[in-house]
């Protein structure tokens, strides 16, 4: 993924500095945060490459760079919201993108535990899913949180305190309702007086 004007050297044409700066250090977590949200990683790509462009069509109007960040991380998640509430594949409407093929990270998180987690996740109202994938993804402080989410301190708190009460419950009650292994029932049986 490469910012539109962007050099190979790292320059860009008619770029402002802090969306370059903020593209070199942000994006590639901020297309995880957006996988969080959406199943497909071109998709993801997607929303973070709007958001960047969304970002540098307004810096006019950033008068503090280091909220740039949160800013930032907000348009990504409400980007985020509006392709899962529209179900749109992506914000070019191009036509469904082939499976991905699992690179050696998703392989490494691709473990069950872990989907049942991000499906605990998803399954939580949006501000406590924003709050929890923002404080245990992103490793946002909570002052963070409410600055990126416009909310207050207590309220990030309380949302998140429910959303990892709701995430406790529902991977404790999937793990209870998970299949047991059943016995092997192709293994031969021992033989008995009778069947010999």
Request: proline fraction near 6%.
């Amino acid at each position: 993924m490469l910012a539109r004007g962007a050099q190979r050297d790292g320059s860009a044409q008619g770029v402002d500095p802090l969306v370059v700066t903020l593209f070199t250090s942000e994006a590639a977590r901020l297309v995880q945060l957006a996988r969080f949200f959406v199943d497909d990683r071109t998709a993801a790509e997607d929303l973070v490459q709007e958001a960047f462009i969304r970002l540098a069509r307004s810096t006019h109007r950033i008068h503090d760079e280091a909220r740039a960040a949160a800013y930032l991380r907000s348009i990504v998640i409400n980007l985020a919201r509006d392709h899962n509430r529209r179900g749109l594949v992506s914000l070019r409407h191009r036509p469904p993108a082939a499976p991905d093929e699992p690179s050696a990270e998703d392989e490494a998180t691709g473990r069950e535990s872990r989907r049942e987690v991000v499906a605990a996740l998803r399954a939580l109202p949006k501000r406590q899913r924003d709050c929890v994938a923002l404080r245990y993804y992103l490793e946002l402080s909570v002052p963070e949180i409410a600055e990126t989410l416009g909310l207050s301190v207590n309220s990030v708190k309380t949302h998140l305190q429910r959303g990892l009460r709701a995430m406790e419950v529902a991977l404790r009650d999937q793990h209870h309702r998970a299949p047991r292994p059943s016995p092997d029932t192709s293994a031969p049986m021992p033989e008995t007086e009778e069947g010999r």
